[in-house]
């Protein structure tokens, strides 16, 4: 039988779970935006080299598992000595996940504005870097939103995967959960009821941005 | 008004691959004249414009403003971008798709180069881009976005934002050919006035009532070729070339009902 009591109590120790779901998400997509720009930049540059450098970097990362890239990066860094706490590790490796995605979603935006906004900036004669921060990326970010939101959401489920580094987010603690109360079905229903609800936040927050934007 | 530039071409080709796009071309745009550049599509008149902003690089020859050559400090070394920049400001340009940035209200896309090219405070750029909007006659759309205008109030914002710069020379790209007809003759006014205060004008148009009218000199092109600089009169009502009397003739059979 379904317990409805053990579903409800199980909210409580995972909506505390629940924290570290949205702090690895929302530092991995803000982490993931400063590196995606850079990387989307270095493919978008003249430089042949930091055009290679950016292509490998996006086939890397999105040809291998997140679960495998957190396995590598979770047991390289005792390796080359480094003793970094198991949170940093997560966020690291999920932001660098991230931008090779972020990355893509930035080049597609940019290359969908009509060369006409750029040349106009030229025209008058703005600096390069005036041409990118007033013109192309505000128009850029504007139209990437959409992807963006979808992306965070991606990141949010994918967090999960950070369970297998020993970060007590809502996957893993309704893994322990369910150990405990022998109650798995109420306590993954309850897990799955977590996660819908702050998914169906943030694309809440994404429509009103969206709409917000939208000129 | 500030003093206009004139602006010599020489000898200029321009080729995307192996098509040859300007072929040898010299032209002389004298200051505080209307020229405009007239003849079939894919002649190379837009690409000659653009060659003079240096939006379109050239291959060899040269073109000069007020004797100074952009794009090029010698032939084949190019000109460090904050020269070019420089040569730039005084260079208003208009294009046919209005190229307005629509993340910005009409006052924000005339204040913004003013702000950032020419390093006035914010109060003092939104106080000239308003004389400039209230100049094209938008006094009243200030704070509407692009997507808020008419293609006739768009390219009268775009007008007023190369205007509020204080050009010595306009460029115009097809001003009015992505306009719907009822909202050609208020851009074409606009420009009539800025003629009528001195300001040199390059204009590539397809409005031959206006080359007409209003230009000093017209050129005609075609397949990358300067065929005909000479007044209005004679290039539209008494063209010698039959190439240009083809085009003309193509021009009103279109043109009649």
């Given amino acids: 039988m379904f317990s409805i009591s053990v579903f409800l109590e199980s909210f409580g120790p995972l909506f505390w779970a629940a924290r570290y779901t949205l702090l690895i998400s929302v530092l991995g997509i803000g982490l ?16 042949v080299w930091l055009r ?12 291998v598992p997140l679960l495998v890239q957190l396995l590598v990066f979770y047991y390289t860094l005792p390796v080359i000595g480094l003793d970094v706490p198991a949170m940093v590790a997560a966020v690291v490796t999920v932001g660098i996940c991230a931008s090779a995605y972020i990355s893509e979603i930035w ?16 025209a008058i004669g703005m600096t390069p870097q005036d041409v990118w921060i007033r013109v192309i990326l505000p128009q850029a970010f504007n139209l990437s939103l959409p ?9 949010v489920k994918a967090s999960s995967l950070v369970s297998v580094v020993g970060i007590l987010e809502i996957t893993r603690a309704s893994q322990a959960q369910a150990a405990t109360t022998f109650r798995p079905l109420e306590v993954y229903i309850a897990a799955a009821c977590i996660y819908l609800l702050i998914n169906l936040c943030l694309a809440v927050l994404g429509r009103y941005l969206e709409h917000r934007t939208a000129i | 008004m500030v003093s206009a530039s004139s602006v010599e071409i020489r000898k200029v080709n321009k080729h995307y691959g192996t098509f040859h ?17 007239i003849g079939p599509s894919g002649s190379g008149k837009s690409t000659l414009l653009r060659c003079v902003n240096f939006l379109e690089e050239y291959d060899s020859g040269e073109v000069l403003i ?55 405070s914010k109060s003092e750029a939104h106080r000239r881009a308003a004389d400039a909007l209230a100049k094209v006659g938008l006094a009243d759309k200030m704070a509407n976005h692009p997507s808020r205008l008419s293609g006739g109030q768009q390219q009268r914002v775009a007008i007023a934002r190369a205007i509020a ?11 009015t050919s992505a306009l719907d007809p009822e909202l050609v003759g208020e851009v074409l006014n606009v420009m009539k006035t800025l003629a009528s205060e001195g300001m040199t004008m390059v204009v590539v148009t397809h409005e031959m009532g206006f080359a007409a009218h209003v230009a000093d000199q017209v050129v005609f092109m075609e397949k990358g070729e300067l065929v005909g600089v000479d007044s209005p009169d004679r290039i539209l009502h008494h063209p010698e ?9 193509t021009y009103h059979e279109r043109n009649s009902f």
Avoid at chain 1, 52 to 63: D, E, I, K, N, Q
Wanted: glycine share 8%.
């Fill in chain 1, 32 to 47: 993931g935006l400063v590196i995606g720009t850079l990387i989307c930049a270095a493919r978008l540059s003249p430089y």
């Fill in chain 2, 66 to 120: 007020d004797g100074t050559m952009i794009g090029y400090e010698a032939p084949g070394k190019k000109m460090p971008g904050r020269k070019l920049r420089e040569m730039r400001r005084s260079i208003g340009m208009v294009f046919q798709q209005f190229n307005l940035w629509p993340h910005m209200t009409a006052r924000e896309n005339v204040a913004e180069g003013l702000i950032r090219v020419r390093g006035l």
């Fill in chain 1, 107 to 122: 080049r597609g935006a940019i290359a969908a504005l009509p060369k006409g906004q750029a040349e106009a900036a030229i």
């Fill in chain 2, 21 to 37: 796009a300007l072929k040898d071309i010299d032209l002389v745009i004298p200051p505080g004249k209307v020229t405009c550049l």
């Fill in chain 1, 52 to 63: 290679r450098f950016a292509m490998l970097w996006v086939s890397f990362l999105r040809g």
């Fill in chain 2, 165 to 175: 710069m204080e050009p010595r020379l306009m460029l115009f790209d097809e001003p």
């Fill in chain 2, 241 to 249: 070339d039959a190439r240009i009397q083809s085009f003309l003739r």
């Fill in chain 1, 147 to 155: 992807a963006l939101i979808n992306e965070l959401i991606l990141l």
